[in-house]
């Protein structure tokens, strides 16, 4: 056989290959999904991300027709629990539960091995105010008393959060500012061990969602949202206490970019289901959240849109690393 044949009958054979390829490829998407999926949650067990993921599971699970595995993945303020979605091979087969911090504030601080752009967003799940809690022995019982004790000198309050730039360390780094304080922040893999350090005595308090002092008895000093929330109607607003500011911790599906559509409609349908399923509400009205459903394109451009903000915030308060 001459080189030129031997080249022709090569390309005949890569072409018929990818021929019968196609449709193996268009039958394993429509047959989405044949086996269990990962659910990747960013954070370590007990946190507000993991509460919620555990939450959606079950309904999630039914509505895909498929066990949905949870995988916790904690540490660097979500960042690496997101690397690992981001990198996954964009099957279906591996997804995550992210919230807000790894997505729009992290990438401000250190350099990732992940954008926006390396996800694909399906659908957001929740969206939870964040509340003041404070330590079981705490030597204050509220928001003036914190910050009188933080005022008696340099790092005498010792605060917690999930790690720098999380949405919780920029709420209370915000809340300290405004009101003068220097404080000792101590950083955390996560809400779970961040709670089990408050009730020892290492911190003395930290912000969080509203699910945490529902699984961890801890006191709430006040809330960062537009009014009183109906949990914790005794709890006042940050505007109460004098210092007008809002902010929540926002989560919801993700996925490695490059997902298939199909695929990824299989998934929002499900999602769509699970989060206005009456078993989710159940068990997210036990964590004092409310379930909250935006589509992919417009989760994706909430996101976006708080990227930019938190962007300034961070520059404001001198941590970003532009």
Not at 88 to 115: E, M
Not at 230 to 245: F, H, V
């Amino acid at each position: 056989m001459s080189v030129t044949a031997w080249a022709l009958a090569r390309r005949w054979c890569a072409g018929a290959l990818m021929a019968l390829a196609v449709p193996v490829m268009a039958e394993a998407q429509e047959s989405y999904p044949s086996r269990p999926v990962q659910l990747i949650v960013p954070y370590p067990p007990g946190g507000n991300t993991d509460l919620m993921a555990r939450a959606l599971q079950p309904a999630l699970s039914r509505a895909l027709g498929q066990s949905v595995v949870i995988v916790n993945r904690g540490g660097a303020s979500g960042s690496i629990g997101d690397a690992e979605i981001a990198r996954a091979r964009p099957d279906g087969y591996t997804i995550g539960l992210s919230p807000n911090t790894p997505l729009t504030a992290q990438p401000h601080l250190v350099p990732l091995s992940y954008s926006l752009d390396s996800f694909r967003y399906l659908c957001l799940v929740y969206d939870n105010p964040q509340v003041l809690i404070l330590a079981k022995d705490a030597p204050f019982r509220d928001i003036a008393g914190m910050v009188a004790y933080g005022r008696r000198g340099k790092e005498a309050l010792v605060y917690g959060s999930p790690g720098q730039g999380s949405t919780q360390h920029i709420l209370i780094a915000r809340l300290l500012r405004a009101a003068g304080v220097e404080a000792l922040h101590v950083p955390f893999t996560g809400a779970g061990p961040m709670a089990q350090a408050a009730m020892g005595g290492q911190i003395m308090g930290f912000v969080e969602s509203p699910s945490i002092p529902v699984s961890s008895g801890l006191p709430v000093a006040g809330v960062f949202s537009a009014g009183r929330i109906a949990a914790l109607p005794e709890a006042p607003t940050m505007t109460e206490a004098g210092y007008p500011i809002v902010g929540s911790s926002a989560g919801g599906l993700v996925a490695p970019a490059g997902l298939p559509d199909s695929i990824a409609e299989a998934i929002q349908r499900a999602c769509k289901e699970a989060v206005g399923s009456e078993s989710f509400a159940t068990a997210a009205g036990r964590l004092n959240s409310v379930p909250s459903y935006l589509e992919g394109a417009e989760f994706r451009t909430r996101f976006a849109a708080e990227s930019e903000s938190n962007r300034q915030v961070l520059r404001d308060l001198g941590i970003a690393r532009e």
